[in-house]
C-alpha cells in the first residue's frame, strides 16, 4: 500500500510538473517576442558570431515553438469572439498559400525547357557547356544544369504544396468521411489539423532547421546543444556553405535544398492554421459558409467537369 501511494504521488508530481513547465513557458512566450524584437541585434547581427549561434538556437528551441504556439491560441481565442477576425487570418493564409504556389508552379514549365535546351545543347550541337548571359555570361557543364533540374522539381514539390491543398489536389483516403454529416467532417478537419499537420510540421522543423546549418556552418550545431553551448562554439565559427555536387562539375547548391525543406514545414504549419480556422468556421456557420472566400483556381467557363482533374 505504501509503495502504491508513493507511486501514485510520484506520478501526480510528474504531471503537475508537466503542466507547470507548460503554462510557464506560454508565460514567458510575451517577454520572448518583445524581447527579441526589442534586441534584433542579438540574432540578427550576423556580422557577430554569436548573434549568428543564437538564430541557429532559436530556430529550434522550445522558446520558439511556444511564440508559435501562444500566437496561433490568442489568434483562435480572439476569433472565437469575433467571427470576422478569423475569415481574415484565413484569407490571408490561403492567399499566401496560393501567391506562392501559382508563382513557384512555373519552374514545372522552366524545368521543360531547360531539358529540351540540354538535348539540343548535346546532341545537336554537342556543346559540353551552356553560356547564359552577355558580358561576363553564367557558364557551366551541361552535366550541372542537368542535376540542377532536380531544384525545379523540388520547388514544385515543396512550395506549392500549400496551394494543391487549398485547390483541393491532393488525395484523400476516405474510409467514413464521405459518409458523415457536415459539422462531423469539420471535425475531423480540426482533429487532423491539430493532431496530425501540426505535429508532423514541427516535428520536421526540428530536423530540417538543425540539418539545414551543419551544411551552412561549423562547428557543427546540434538539436540538443543548449544556447550556452553553442556561444561557446561560435568562438570557433565560420561558414561553410555545401558546394559539392554528386560529380566533378554537377551542380553544386545542394544547400538550397535545405532551405526549401525549412520553407516546406513553414508553408505546412501554416496551412494546417488556415485548415483548423476554417473547419472551425464552417463546423459554427454551417454547410452554408462550406468554401467561404475560397479562391480556387478554373480552366474557365464550360469546364467545370474537368476541374479537380488536372
Known amino acids: 500500500m505504501e509503495n502504491d501511494a508513493s507511486e501514485a504521488a510520484g506520478s501526480l508530481s510528474v504531471i503537475f510538473d508537466g503542466i507547470l513547465w507548460f503554462f510557464t513557458n506560454i508565460g514567458l512566450a510575451f517577454y520572448n517576442f518583445f524581447y527579441?524584437?526589442?534586441?534584433?541585434?542579438?540574432?540578427?547581427?550576423?556580422?557577430?558570431?554569436?548573434?549568428?549561434?543564437?538564430?541557429?538556437?532559436?530556430?529550434?528551441?522550445?522558446?520558439?515553438?511556444?511564440?508559435?504556439?501562444?500566437?496561433?491560441?490568442?489568434?483562435?481565442?480572439?476569433?472565437?469572439?469575433?467571427?470576422?477576425?478569423?475569415?481574415?487570418?484565413?484569407?490571408?493564409?490561403?492567399?499566401f498559400a496560393n501567391t506562392v504556389g501559382r508563382f513557384f508552379a512555373w519552374a514545372g514549365l522552366l524545368m521543360v525547357i531547360q531539358q529540351i535546351v540540354i538535348v539540343f545543347m548535346q546532341r545537336i550541337f554537342?556543346?559540353?557547356?551552356?553560356?547564359?548571359?552577355?558580358?561576363?555570361?553564367?557558364?557551366?557543364?551541361?552535366?550541372?544544369?542537368?542535376e540542377e533540374l532536380k531544384l525545379y522539381n523540388a520547388m514544385v514539390v515543396c512550395l506549392c504544396m500549400a496551394y494543391t491543398f487549398v485547390q483541393g489536389g491532393h488525395v484523400r483516403v476516405d474510409l467514413i468521411y464521405s459518409a458523415v454529416a457536415f459539422r462531423t467532417k469539420k471535425v475531423i478537419d480540426m482533429f487532423g489539423a491539430v493532431f496530425f499537420m501540426m505535429p508532423v510540421a514541427v516535428m520536421i522543423w526540428l530536423y530540417g532547421w538543425f540539418f539545414l546549418w551543419r551544411h551552412l556552418i561549423v562547428p557543427n550545431p546540434s538539436a540538443s546543444d543548449t544556447l550556452d553551448r553553442l556561444l561557446t562554439k561560435s568562438r570557433a565559427l565560420r561558414w561553410n556553405v555545401e558546394t559539392i555536387g554528386f560529380s566533378p562539375n554537377g551542380f553544386n547548391g545542394y544547400f538550397l535544398f535545405k532551405i526549401l525543406l525549412c520553407a516546406f514545414t513553414a508553408m505546412l504549419f501554416l496551412?494546417?492554421?488556415?485548415?483548423?480556422?476554417?473547419?472551425?468556421?464552417?463546423?459554427?456557420?454551417?454547410?452554408?459558409?462550406?468554401?467561404?472566400?475560397?479562391?480556387?483556381?478554373?480552366?474557365?467557363?464550360?469546364?467545370?467537369?474537368?476541374?479537380?482533374?488536372?
Open 271 to 310: 496551412q494546417a492554421v488556415a485548415m483548423l480556422f476554417r473547419s472551425y468556421l464552417e463546423w459554427k456557420e454551417g454547410p452554408e459558409s462550406e468554401n467561404k472566400y475560397l479562391d480556387r483556381d478554373s480552366l474557365g467557363e464550360g469546364e467545370e467537369a474537368y476541374e479537380g482533374t488536372h
Open 126 to 146: 554537342t556543346r559540353p557547356d551552356i553560356s547564359i548571359g552577355f558580358g561576363i555570361p553564367l557558364q557551366f557543364d551541361i552535366s550541372w544544369f542537368a
Open 36 to 95: 527579441a524584437i526589442t534586441h534584433p541585434s542579438l540574432w540578427l547581427d550576423w556580422s557577430n558570431k554569436e548573434a549568428i549561434m543564437r538564430f541557429v538556437y532559436y530556430g529550434g528551441s522550445v522558446e520558439f515553438f511556444f511564440v508559435v504556439f501562444t500566437a496561433v491560441v490568442i489568434i483562435f481565442a480572439v476569433g472565437l469572439w469575433r467571427n470576422g477576425f478569423l475569415w481574415g487570418c484565413v484569407r490571408v493564409l490561403e492567399g
